[in-house]
T-cell receptor
């Protein structure tokens, strides 16, 4: 069964450094998402991406964040200058589009630790 | 705006006992509701969902949930808990329209005691 994959599983970085989190969505899916989960808190929506552009973003998703689909398979989240409070588990998700395609499929997550 | 409230951040049951995890939602439109499970050090796996039609939905691993519009609830149940059910469970509502992002509850950690 196809699944969403994410790399790396764990990333440790110094405050102020740039990080890129990578995701490979399910191949015939067209809608992509990033969510994050700070330890002990709820899963929060960051951004959605469709047709090569951001379709919606949360207030968390400020100018330090960007997303890109550099090729036909990868979907990336970049944090330009990491802060301590960016430490969290980041989940990528994807779904098809059209009637009855409401289910988002999640990857295993990347745990980001900012020191 | 949609929101989800999960009552009880921790629930502990004995193996073989009934599992009941509570979820209440707020939505200005007919909701699409989901339960996801997160096993330790893993991602989110869909357990079941309600979109339209039958209000009692069955999912994987023997779980089911009933959509009750009058109570704005979507509680998750399983008749007999198994040790392997120990995990964190998240209820979510789909915002519908636009990107259809998911709004999650805070999660309920289920412990199953032998």
């Amino acid at each position: 069964e196809p699944e969403v994959t994410q790399t790396p599983s764990h990333q440790v970085t110094q405050m102020g450094q740039e990080v890129i989190l990578r995701c490979v969505p399910i191949s015939n899916h067209l809608y992509f998402y990033w969510y994050r989960q700070i330890l002990g808190q709820k899963v929060e929506f960051l951004v959605s991406f469709y047709n090569n552009e951001i379709s919606e973003k949360s207030e968390i998703f400020d100018d330090q964040f960007s997303v890109e689909r550099p090729d036909g398979s990868n979907f990336t989240l970049k944090i330009r200058s990491t802060k301590l409070e960016d430490s969290a588990m980041y989940f990528c998700a994807s779904r098809k589009t059209g009637v009855g395609t409401d289910t988002q499929y999640f990857g295993p997550g990347t745990r980001l630790t900012v020191l | 705006a949609q929101s989800v409230t999960q009552l009880g951040s921790h629930v502990s049951v004995s193996e073989g006992a009934l599992v009941l995890l509570r979820c209440n939602y707020s939505s200005s439109v007919p909701p699409y509701l989901f339960w996801y499970v997160q096993y330790p050090n893993q991602g989110l796996q869909l357990l079941l969902k309600y979109t339209t039609g039958a209000t009692l939905v069955k999912g994987i691993n023997g779980f089911e949930a009933e959509f009750k519009k009058s109570e704005t609830s979507f509680h998750l149940t399983k008749p007999s808990a198994h040790m392997s059910d120990a995990a964190e469970y998240f209820c979510a509502v789909n915002t519908q329209g636009g990107s259809e992002k998911l709004v999650f509850g805070k999660g309920t950690k289920l412990t199953v005691n032998p």
